[in-house]
């Protein structure tokens, strides 16, 4: 073994292996993994004395969006023998994680990242902030088979170009080398252990909106059981919801629930046991505008920096105004050129999804803002070439007319239905709407339409790489764009009540 090279050896094999030291070496680098471990026993105490809660006693859940409103946690880890007999000596790294979550550690000696050095098989008050933790919380640590290189100026066994364990692999081709840094090429012992777990309530839309550009929950499955949450649209692969409920006055409440379909309401009987079986013989039931959700699961993504969920599974109450009274859909929130410039007392980020309104909005003129930028007639238009960050003459084009709040590129309409509008009158801003999905029989270059709207409702939806800006207006329906007079309140703009017996 060259130098630079740990000394670890694969559990299960080096039973009867002494640890090896190799002479003009580190002496930190040489560790004796001849007796395997067999386990991890991991506590986990608050710093302000409170308790870990129960599922009687949920805790507050940790602001995601904040690192210094995160739970302040102090952990102890201790390496436990095979046989039972206690704690193993010897120093060994493991790696601490959080499901579900995110943690940091406190700088400290022996501490790399999420990765900590156990002392003699022993690591006591490692001072940890847990983020984003929802529902039922454990902290994990494990042996990745992860030595980090600590000394400066020197390179680690993983980037070193040698076959350290001598099994045929080098540096990150081998399976046992977790990065660059790592300083073994030996896999770990898979050695592992949970706490016990702290109970959490479940996030608010806004919580998992994570007051941001991304959710702070991205991967995992969420349940959404706070507030009051009422379907402003429905499309043909999900809905838009909003937290009406929430009156903190950040924004943020509202999300794009990706079905893959229109969500619908499965009938649910109950067996004599009690179980909630599918009902045979029962359609299933579209939801509508104005319909509750008592909960939401799935799991969080973002698309193209548009935060959705995606899988989900739903609880549901049916709207009945004669039970319920008027759609509880709220009115939409102004969108206006300091909004959209991120001027307002709420980012833009934070009306990502909801129902938004302008007004008063230009519309190009078919005779002077339409443009087409497909000058080969491929049926296409270039994008720049961000590698050499080339630009044809269509690129150009194309860039041209997205920087004219008026302008009209016909390839991309006729590709994507989406069209502009100009906010603020001349000097104002561009924003993109799309009919192409609530209004497919629109025409903004139809001559007998006025080339100012009164408004345009509707949600707001993210695309980060349009230009010259990422964010696009989908009216719902026909009611949501105005062509003379004034919008519907939202008790009745694109509400569809249901008829008949069981309304």
């Known amino acids: 073994m060259g130098c630079g090279s740990p000394n670890r050896l694969v559990a299960g094999l080096a039973a009867a292996v002494a640890a090896l030291s190799v002479a003009g070496c580190d002496a930190s680098r040489s560790r004796d993994w001849s007796a395997e471990p067999g386990g991890l026993a991991v506590a986990v105490k608050r710093v302000d004395g409170q308790g870990l809660g129960s599922p009687t006693a949920l805790l507050d859940l940790p602001d995601p969006s904040v690192v210094s409103k995160g739970l302040r946690l102090s952990v102890d880890v201790r390496a436990l023998a095979a046989d039972g007999s206690g704690r193993l000596p010897g120093d060994r790294w493991v790696r601490l994680s959080v499901r579900p979550g995110r943690l940091t550690l406190d700088a400290a000696d022996g501490v790399a990242n999420t990765d900590v050095l156990l002392a003699d098989g022993v690591r006591q008050d490692l001072l940890v902030t847990l983020i984003g933790a929802f529902g039922e919380t454990r902290i994990w ?84 059981d706070q507030g009051d949450l009422v379907v402003t649209r429905i499309t043909s692969d999900g809905m838009f919801v909003t937290d009406v409920g929430d009156t903190s006055g950040r924004g943020f409440n509202h999300l794009f629930i990706f079905n893959f379909s229109t969500p619908m309401s499965v009938p649910v009987c109950e067996s004599d046991e009690g179980e909630s079986l599918s009902c045979s013989g029962e359609v299933p ?49 102004p969108l206006t050129v300091d909004v959209l410039k991120n001027k307002g007392a709420i980012p833009i980020e934070g009306l990502e999804a909801a129902l938004v309104r302008v007004t008063d909005v230009q519309l190009p003129d078919p005779a002077t803002d339409v443009k087409d930028c497909d000058l080969n007639g491929d049926g296409a238009v270039d994008f720049r070439d961000y590698g050499t960050n080339t630009c044809s003459p269509e690129c150009l084009c194309r860039e041209a007319c997205d920087a004219d709040p008026l302008c009209l590129e ?9 069209w502009p509008v100009r906010l603020g009158g001349a000097g104002g801003i561009k924003l993109w709407v799309s009919t192409q999905a609530g209004m497919s029989s629109f025409d903004p270059l139809d001559p007998s339409v006025p080339r100012t709207l009164p408004a ?19 009216p719902r329906c026909a009611d949501d764009l105005v062509i003379v007079g004034a919008p519907k309140p939202s008790t009745e703009a694109c509400v569809r009540p249901r008829a008949g017996e069981g309304n």
Not at 169 to 179: A, F, I, Q, Y
Not at 410 to 418: E, H, R, S, V
Not at 458 to 468: D, E, H, T
């Open 410 to 418: 016909t390839t991309q309409y006729a590709l994507y239905g989406q």
């Open 141 to 224: 640590a494990e042996d990745a088979g992860y030595l980090p290189r600590l000394t400066l100026g020197t390179v680690s066994a993983c980037s070193d170009g040698i076959d350290n364990d001598g099994d045929g692999l080098t540096d990150m081709d081998d399976p046992g080398c977790v990065d660059g840094n790592d300083d073994s090429e030996e896999a770990g012992t898979g050695a592992a252990g949970v706490s016990p777990p702290m109970f959490f309530r479940n996030p608010s839309l806004a919580e998992v909106q994570g007051f941001s550009d991304l959710t702070p929950f991205a991967g995992e499955n969420v349940t959404v």
């Open 285 to 333: 039931v579209a939801l509508r505008v104005c319909d509750r959700l008592r909960s939401v699961s799935g799991i969080l993504s973002e698309f193209y920096k548009f935060t959705e969920m995606n899988f989900p599974s739903w609880e549901l109450t049916l709207w009945d105004e004669a039970i319920d009274g008027p759609c509880a859909v709220p009115e939409p929130v």
């Open 456 to 474: 345009i409702t509707g949600v707001l939806r993210n695309l980060s790489f349009l230009k010259p800006t990422p964010w696009i207006l989908e």
